[in-house]
């Protein structure tokens, strides 16, 4: 079956502008997560769905960021006000309820100018 | 909070040989799961293996293996039979039981030659 995807695959902005990173988890799965690596970096955890509410959003660094799943699938990160340090591949995941195994998507790399 | 060291940024290895990628963590939660994924140049992570702190067993998946050393707060990673195909970033993962949150370490780059 399909994996998890991920669009755009690259995105390139401007400082200051707004970016939504989109995610379509595989199908079933009802946790899904987001991921932020930076270069040379290990993926940091930003939040975390369990159906259509954010279980967990300890990881979201600043109010800049912002994520939804309004109807418990896909998934949109939002950024507002771009800043350079927010370059880096931002990565999705999804899992079956009661597995422990997270399945990524191939992220989406953001640069910022 | 829980941490998870990688100490060996790069290794290599050449073909149809063995190869063991360290990882260290510190926790003091007792039942946690550890995983190593494997990252190549297309970005996609792939779960190779897991690890239950309450199993005393050590994990084998084909030709990966790990040793768990719980009071150590060791799990390394074994790679028998190399192949090409296995040139990738390793990362070593901690996951605290009752959340589903991973934290990853800084990843040790696997190169495979001939």
């Known amino acids: 079956g399909a994996g998890v995807s991920q669009t755009p695959s690259n995105k390139v902005t401007e400082k200051g502008k707004y970016v939504e990173l989109r995610c379509d988890p595989i199908s079933g799965h009802t946790a899904l997560y987001w991921y932020r690596q930076s270069l040379g970096q290990g993926p940091e955890f930003l939040i975390y769905?369990?159906?259509?509410?954010?279980?967990?959003d300890s990881g979201l660094p600043n109010d800049r960021f912002f994520a939804v799943r309004p109807e418990g699938s896909v998934s949109t990160l939002k950024i507002q006000r771009t800043e350079r340090g927010d370059s880096a591949v931002y990565l999705c995941?999804?899992?079956?309820?009661?597995?422990?195994?997270?399945?990524f998507g191939p992220g989406t790399r953001l640069t910022v100018l | 909070a829980q941490t998870v060291t990688q100490s060996q940024p790069e290794m290599s290895v050449q073909e149809a040989e063995t190869v063991t990628l360290s990882c260290t963590y510190d926790t003091s939660e007792n039942n946690y799961y550890l995983f190593w994924y494997k990252q190549p140049p297309s970005r996609q992570m792939i779960l190779v293996i897991r690890?239950?702190?309450?199993?005393?067993q050590n994990a084998t998946e084909n030709r990966f293996s790990v040793n768990f050393q719980k009071a150590a707060k060791s799990f390394s990673l074994k790679i028998s039979d190399s192949q090409l195909g296995d040139t990738a970033m390793y990362f070593c993962a901690f996951m605290k039981h009752g959340t589903d949150k991973l934290i990853f370490g800084t990843g040790t780059r696997l190169q495979v030659f001939p």
């Open positions: 995941a999804s899992k079956m309820f009661g597995d422990n195994e997270q399945f």
């Open positions: 769905f369990q159906g259509t509410g954010a279980a967990d």
């Open positions: 690890q239950e702190a309450y199993k005393q």
